[in-house]
């Protein structure tokens, strides 16, 4: 009678793990709602506007990036090198304004340059067969090169008088933090996330092309025998991450209308982790945009209940480290067979 109840109680279990397996974002939200609860009742301002709004603001900047490194990862590769592409749009955006150009052109060229630094990733990976980690380690040290010689190694900031782009691109969404007598921080940045998440989870989940990103990270042998471009695939999740972090290389500036030559250091990490923390693979083929959303918004949640606990900022990294450990051990037992 024992060994049945025991049986059975195996087979409830791993048919909930199996279930489980199935939204990979199941572990960060989880986690998620853990956390939120914690800081709730642990601190005094961290369920206030204030907190909640500078929550999503901030997570939005590199939320921006994290949808395209999602992308990538998912289709079985890396790009450690998003933190200095951010970092070249935003000097470019910054240069080419202090130059007279027109705004939407000098978005477009941040934007342009952007996408090419990643279609250098991406042809790099397909034409010598080097792991993506290697090469865009490499890329991270050359791009970050690039924006020092653009910038003379110096801080650039905007000279001119207040453009009606930057409210469109980042401006306050005043009509909603006026609604409260409570200060928020509620930035269009916010808008510009959810919108690329939305598109990118509706491609991922309701298009051809999502499948061929999941099957080229998945089994890639498999895929190309079904008549998959897998090498365009790659290149073009490459040019995408590469676009989305001048996106957000761009939308920063418009909210602080200057850029030095750290713009965006170490963000690279932060991405990775956060499509990690949200389901997904190392080896690709595997993970959401949802799941990557929640890991941004984690990791964002996490470190401004610290701030309000006043714990210093190594904690926010020990922390974070430990929850990537174990959303890695999570999602690697939830997604093996048996």
């Not at 910054?94 to 991406?122: C, E, T």
């Not at 921080?185 to 916010?190: D, E, G, K, P, Y």
Request: net charge neutral; aromatic share 10%; hydrophobic share 55%.
């Amino acid at each position: 009678m024992a060994e049945a109840t025991l049986e059975n109680q195996i087979s409830t279990w791993t048919q909930l793990r199996h279930r489980l397996a199935d939204f990979p974002e199941g572990v960060a939200l989880v986690s998620f709602l853990a956390i939120f609860f914690f800081f709730t009742f642990a601190t005094d301002n961290f369920f206030s506007l204030i907190a909640i709004s500078n929550i999503l603001t901030f997570a939005s900047i590199t939320g921006i990036m994290v949808i395209g490194v999602a992308m990538l990862m998912i289709s079985g590769e890396f790009d450690l090198s998003v933190g200095s592409t951010m970092a070249v749009a935003s000097y470019i955006f910054a240069l080419s304004l202090n130059a007279g150009m027109d705004p939407i052109l000098a978005v477009l060229f941040a934007l342009v340059v952007s996408a090419i630094l990643g279609a250098i990733n991406g042809l790099i990976l397909v034409w010598t067969g080097i792991p993506s980690f290697i090469i865009t380690l490499g890329t991270l040290l050359a791009y970050r090169g690039i924006a020092r010689a653009i910038g003379g190694g110096t801080l650039a900031a905007y000279q001119g008088e207040p453009l009606a782009i930057f409210t469109f691109l980042n401006g306050p969404i005043t009509f909603i933090n006026d609604l409260s007598q409570l200060p928020s921080n509620l930035r269009v940045s916010i808008l510009w996330f959810i919108a690329i998440a939305v598109i990118g989870a509706l491609v991922l989940r309701r298009t051809r092309y999502g499948n061929w990103v999941y099957a080229t990270g998945g089994n890639p042998g498999a895929a190309l025998a079904q008549g998959v471009a897998i090498n365009r695939v790659k290149v073009f999740n490459f040019i995408l991450t590469g676009f989305l972090a001048g996106v957000a290389g761009v939308v920063q500036f418009a909210h602080r209308t200057s850029v030095d030559p750290l713009r965006g250091f170490g963000l690279e990490l932060i991405a990775v982790a956060a499509c990690v923390i949200g389901g997904a693979k190392l080896s690709g083929g595997y993970g959401t945009i949802f799941g990557a959303v929640v890991g941004i918004l984690l990791l964002q949640m996490l470190e401004q209940g610290l701030i309000l606990m006043a714990v210093p900022v190594q904690i926010f990294q020990a922390v974070a480290g430990a929850i990537l450990i174990f959303a890695v051990i999570s999602n690697t037992y939830l997604s093996e067979e048996g």
